[in-house]
């Protein structure tokens, strides 16, 4: 049979009990999802995460620029009015399209904002998953050439 | 061993808001070195915030978040929450930091 | 760098006009510790050498700004222009028009010739840095003036054509201390490479004339 | 021949102007949002990072003597760092010199630590002792954050420093005959969209001064003022200025001394 999957399943239940004894957090346990971060496509990643083809919502708002001076660091915030458990961030046209995901316990605000990178002009997506229900936003980010040495 | 965190956290209203700096190259997997050879990804890859030790937040990072992380957030809590925020690399390096919100 | 021994030879000559007509230089004056300090400044590094730090005629009547734009420096001015004038040469096969696309290229391109450069590192001709072309490059600088609409404006009469040719050649041709690099003269761009850049401006298919 | 041109020109000038508006226009949408892409990542500077280093660096004994920079005296008296920062370059009697805070620190090194000054300009930024500095340049211009800056010509080396700061700023060479002033010396003015502070007057050069050392986004690094008119050269196509030479100390001068009376609002954050 195949060794790598029995050790993952050994891996799996390793981390279900160092889960369940406190030991590490939910998201720990829950691996770095390598399949999704490295899904080339919107569409591939939509996919991994079960996402289907997700509804565009008023109720997502992304707290972006429209110009980034520099594409090595883009603010990018999600806000939702609607109670998330996760939310994620998109770059349709970065080598990979998944940049960030978050999982959001009860008690926390339906609000996030990291910095990203991205290598030219592109679509970004804020994905929210409510209720069950994947919806998500989107805006067009500009990505300038600065500096003298262009 | 990595660099220290930055985390500041300031309540008001009954939200407490978050905000962390971690040093980081988050080195893409894109770029080349003098050489032309590719420098290989390394990046954080999961990130844990815990208030009083519950889970107030958890992250996954792909190699297309900037160097020297921000993240910033809110949940329901009080003056003097014990803040612990965890991270670990995709080489398997660790680093944790605390902050008392104010 | 041959061009800036020979230019160097050539500011000695003028240095001793200057001494004739007998100006006042504000800041030019010889300085043994100005000059001492600039030496013992900079180290050569890579393709950077220490002659980028002699100066020729020009970029010595240049750093003077406040002589260099007054009244009394008006001769002065002429004869640096027709010094960098007398040096353009007109295109070898003729052709002044090349690809306006490689041109764009080019003009896009801030790099080359820094020390972190290789000697074979192209050389960008950096335009966008100083002027608006494209219409729809939004990140463009405004040193210079904007290029938009270039020959829609000024026509593409051979006045404008050899006009042109000129000023990206050696912009001192014409204003003495432009702030446009001499392209030709320091072997910036090569002849293709200034055909090229010649056509987004000129070429009634650039994106720069619609 | 040239008569004849101009006025060929000037038919096109009218419809130039009217282009030129219009263009003014989209530009200045393009420049309200970089101010507010800046506006958004100015919350979460990375210098803080470099700084609480630097803390560390100041307190932690080392070099041969294995001793602290607790005793520096960076101007205002040892050990003192609120506010040093925000009066430098300035002239230090022990050296009988004009110093920047970087070749002051270097000064610190070797005497306070026994450190070899050699090895610090040898090296490469970023990297090594140089990686140390820049931490500890972090800490320092964070303790004069909202300070006005007064830097003092009294001196007669300071003065001197000053007029020659002056004269290497105009000092055109390279094979682009760029000067600090190509860029530097008039209002209103941008490479690609990055604006350009005149440095020749004391609201530009307060914008300059002001906001150097900074973090860049562009490379992920803090950038102390030696770095910054290191990249500037660099960009400049001159040869390499060599860290701490009384060339970058005097425009450092020329620059902080226009600056007079602007604020430290350092570590700034730039593209």
């Not at chain 3, 829609?152 to 000023?167: A, E, F, H, M, P």
């Not at chain 4, 562009?218 to 500037?232: E, P």
Request: with cysteine.
């Amino acid at each position: 049979m195949n060794q790598q999957r029995r050790s993952l399943l050994k891996y799996s239940a390793v981390f279900g009990l160092m889960a369940s004894a406190g030991l590490i957090s939910v998201a720990q346990a829950q691996e770095w999802n390598k399949a999704a971060f490295e899904g080339k496509s919107l569409d591939e990643v939509f996919k991994i995460l079960g996402a289907g083809t997700p509804d565009k919502s008023g109720a997502i708002t992304l707290n972006a620029p429209d110009i980034a001076e520099n594409g090595a660091v883009v603010p990018v915030g999600i806000t939702t009015t609607l109670k998330a458990e996760q939310m994620s961030i998109l770059v349709e046209k970065n080598p990979s399209s998944l940049a960030a995901q978050f999982f959001i316990p009860a008690g926390t605000e339906s609000f996030v904002t990291t910095r990203i990178k991205m290598g030219q002009t592109s679509n970004v997506f804020g994905l929210v998953k409510a209720d069950g229900k994947w919806l998500m936003a989107v805006k067009e980010i500009k990505v300038t050439l600065g500096g003298c040495g262009g | 061993m990595a660099d220290p965190m930055r985390v500041r956290a300031a309540e008001s209203g009954g939200v407490v808001d978050v905000k962390i700096l971690m040093k980081h190259d988050m080195e893409s997997g894109q770029r080349k070195d003098a050489a032309g050879k590719t420098i290989p990804a390394w990046f954080i890859s999961t990130i844990n915030v815990k208030a009083n030790g519950k889970d107030v937040l958890n992250g996954q990072f792909g190699p297309a978040v900037s160097k020297d992380p921000f993240l910033n957030f809110k949940y329901k809590g009080a003056k003097g929450d014990k803040i612990v925020v965890s991270w670990v690399d995709s080489k398997g390096d660790k680093r944790t930091d605390e902050a008392t919100a104010s | 760098m041959k061009n800036i021994k020979f230019l160097l030879a050539l500011s000695v000559l003028t240095l001793t006009t200057f001494a004739m007509q007998g100006t006042a230089f504000a800041q030019q004056v010889n300085d043994p510790k100005f000059n001492k300090m600039m030496k013992d400044g900079f180290k050569a590094d890579g393709i950077a050498g220490l002659d980028r730090i002699d100066q020729d005629a020009t970029q010595k009547f240049c750093s003077d700004p406040v002589f260099s734009g007054s009244k009394q420096a008006e001769k002065m001015r002429e004869k640096i222009q027709k010094i960098n004038m007398d040096g353009i040469k007109q295109p070898s096969d003729g052709k002044y028009i090349g690809d306006w696309k490689k041109g764009e290229a080019i003009a896009q391109s801030g790099r080359g010739a820094t020390w972190t450069d290789k000697a074979d590192t192209p050389i960008g001709g950096g335009c966008y840095n100083c002027h608006q072309i494209d219409p729809k490059e939004i990140s463009y600088g405004n040193i210079g003036p904007s290029l938009t609409g270039y020959a829609k404006l000024r026509g593409y009469s051979q006045d404008v054509v050899t006009y042109t040719w000129n000023r990206i050649n050696n912009s001192k041709a014409y204003n003495a201390c432009s702030n446009m690099p001499r392209f030709a003269h320091f072997k910036l761009l090569n002849e293709q490479q200034i055909q090229d850049v010649m056509a987004l401006l000129l070429d009634p298919a650039s994106p720069v004339n619609q | 021949m040239q008569r004849k041109f101009t006025l060929g020109l000037a038919s096109g000038v009218l419809a130039a102007l009217l282009t030129v508006s219009t263009s003014v226009l989209a530009q200045k949408s393009a420049t309200d949002d970089i101010a507010k892409y800046r506006e958004m990542i100015a919350d979460g500077n990375p210098s803080e990072l470099y700084e609480a280093a630097g803390e560390d660096l100041w307190k932690k004994p080392a070099g041969p003597k294995n001793a602290t920079l607790e005793k520096c005296d960076l101007g205002i008296g040892p050990g003192v760092v609120k506010g040093a920062a925000a009066q430098l370059p300035r002239y230090f009697k022990d050296t009988n010199k004009v110093q920047d805070l970087e070749s002051r620190l270097m000064t610190c090194m070797q005497v306070l630590q026994g450190r070899d000054p050699q090895e610090m300009i040898d090296a490469p930024f970023q990297k090594g002792p140089k990686k140390d500095m820049e931490a500890i340049v972090a800490y320092v211009v964070t303790l004069s954050k909202g300070d006005k800056i007064k830097v003092s010509t009294a001196h007669p080396k300071e003065k001197e420093m000053y007029e020659l700061g002056k004269r290497a700023f105009f000092y055109q060479g390279g094979p682009m005959d760029f000067s600090c002033a190509s860029c530097h010396a008039e209002d209103g003015k941008r490479i690609r969209l990055q604006d350009l502070p005149n440095i020749t007057t004391q609201k530009g050069a307060a914008l300059g001064w002001g906001y150097w050392p900074a973090y860049r986004v562009s490379s992920g690094q803090f950038w102390t003022m030696q770095q910054r008119l290191n990249d500037c050269f660099r960009q400049q196509r001159f040869p390499f200025p060599i860290y701490g030479s009384d060339l970058t100390i005097a425009l450092s001068m020329y620059m902080a001394k226009n600056a007079n009376g602007g604020t430290v609002e350092t570590p700034g954050l730039k593209r």
